[in-house]
């Protein structure tokens, strides 16, 4: 599956972004869905990650309650809106698949992402 994230841009503390990752290829809906970014000089790091349907979601402790992980499998898309951002959340930004059914520990592990997207640039100034 081909993933293309979007939606990045420059935003200040406290705004809003909601990243698109747009899939093609392969049928999304059989694939987990995680978010990840990674900041200058630092690993890439999970940040969110849902099951196919959605029974299973799961966050970074550090985005907990200002971000939320969704996906419209009929338009084969997910979402990631990102709300009170933080000078902390610059990064680049990836969506990835995963063939992994279930299981946070799996969905936190970029090794047991698939497919991944070419990444958004997200910038919170202060």
């Known amino acids: 599956v081909q993933l293309q994230a979007s939606g990045g841009g420059l935003v200040q503390a406290g705004g809003s972004l909601r990243l698109s990752c747009a899939a093609s290829?392969?049928?999304?809906?059989?694939?987990?869905l995680g978010w990840f970014r990674q900041a200058p000089g630092k690993e890439r790091e999970f940040v969110a990650a849902?099951?196919?349907?959605?029974?299973?979601?799961v966050y970074t402790d550090s985005v907990k309650g200002r971000f939320t992980i969704s996906r419209d499998n009929a338009k084969n898309t997910g979402y990631l809106q990102m709300n009170s951002l933080k000078l902390e959340d610059t990064a680049v930004y990836y969506c990835?698949?995963?063939?992994?059914?279930?299981?946070?520990?799996?969905?936190?592990?970029?090794?047991?992402?698939?497919?991944w997207g070419q990444g958004t640039q997200v910038t919170v100034s202060s």
């Open positions: 990835a698949a995963s063939q992994v059914v279930s299981g946070a520990y799996y969905l936190r592990t970029p090794t047991y992402y698939n497919y």
């Open positions: 290829g392969r049928t999304f809906r059989n694939y987990a």
């Open positions: 849902m099951t196919r349907s959605g029974p299973v979601i």
